[in-house]
């Protein structure tokens, strides 16, 4: 059965950071580019960083240079390190899994940026 789960979000002030992880199990992790995207209320979801299986990494405009995506081949887990956090990054955030065939999501985690 596939899973992609979710953690590390929270309430966190203006400027601060936050690690998001997504622990995959059920596939061949190292054979997916796997995403992270996020929609805020009231919007739609939006790609924010991408890591291929070679390590192509591509990132949203208003997420570069304060957003690292990262995995871990080992640990089937793929993490979103969230610096210099703004008010308008609120969202819930969903680790996604793109295979040439099959495309996988999580439940998502709800990052709140608020002082």
């Known amino acids: 059965q596939v899973q992609l789960v979710e953690s590390g979000g929270g309430l966190v002030q203006p400027g601060g950071s936050l690690r998001l992880s997504c622990a995959a199990s059920?596939?061949?992790?190292?054979?997916?580019?796997m995403n992270w995207y996020r929609q805020a209320p009231g919007k739609e979801r939006e790609l924010v960083a991408s890591?291929?299986?070679?390590?192509?990494?591509n990132y949203a405009d208003s997420v570069k240079g304060r957003f690292t995506i990262s995995r871990d081949n080992d640990k089937n887990t793929v993490y979103l390190q969230m610096n210099s956090l703004k008010p308008e990054d609120t969202a819930v955030y969903f680790c996604?899994?793109?295979?040439?065939?099959?495309?996988?999501w999580g439940k998502g985690t709800l990052v709140t940026v608020s002082s």
């Open positions: 996604n899994a793109r295979g040439s065939a099959m495309n996988y």
């Open positions: 059920g596939f061949i992790f190292s054979r997916y580019t």
């Open positions: 890591i291929s299986t070679t390590g192509w990494l």
